[in-house]
C-alpha cells in the first residue's frame, strides 16, 4: 500500500485548502509556493505515487486532469496565450510529493522547457 501525502488530507478537506475543483475522480487547487503567476495542481483523487504506477484502468483519470487542466486554463484566462501542463516523475524528474499530480502553470512567459542545474 502507497503511504498518503499531505494531498489525501487536501482531497479530504482536513486541512483547509480552497479547492478549484472536485469531482468523483479528479481535484484541482492552487500550489502553495507559486512559480509563476498562475500555479495549479490538478490531481487525481485515488492515490497514484507516481506516473510509473499508472495502470490501463486509470486512463479515464488521467484522461480527467487533462479537461479539468484546460477548463482551468479558459477560468484563470491564460487559455489564449498558452500554459504549461507538468508532471515530475521521481528523483530525476524533482519530484516531491509522491501522490501524482499535473501542474498548470501560467499566467506570463515560460521561457525555455528545462532549467537543468
Ligand atoms: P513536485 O515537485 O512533486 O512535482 O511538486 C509538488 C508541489 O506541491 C510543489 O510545487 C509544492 O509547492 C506543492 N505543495 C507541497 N505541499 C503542498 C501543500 O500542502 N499545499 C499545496 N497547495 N501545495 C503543496
Do not use: W
Request: with cysteine; net charge negative.
Amino acid at each position: 500500500m502507497a503511504e498518503e501525502t499531505i494531498f489525501s488530507k487536501i482531497i479530504r478537506q482536513e486541512i483547509p485548502t480552497e479547492l478549484l475543483y472536485q469531482d468523483d475522480l479528479v481535484t484541482a487547487f492552487r500550489d502553495i509556493a507559486p512559480q509563476a503567476k498562475t500555479h495549479i495542481l490538478i490531481i487525481p483523487n485515488k492515490l497514484i505515487p507516481t506516473v510509473n504506477d499508472i495502470e490501463e484502468s486509470d486512463e479515464l483519470i488521467m484522461g480527467r486532469l487533462f479537461t479539468v487542466a484546460k477548463q482551468l486554463a479558459k477560468e484563470e484566462g491564460i487559455a489564449e496565450d498558452g500554459f504549461r501542463l507538468i508532471m515530475n516523475c521521481n528523483q530525476h524528474g524533482g519530484q516531491e510529493v509522491y501522490h501524482i499530480h499535473m501542474h498548470l502553470v501560467g499566467g506570463q512567459p515560460l521561457g525555455k522547457m528545462l532549467a537543468l542545474k
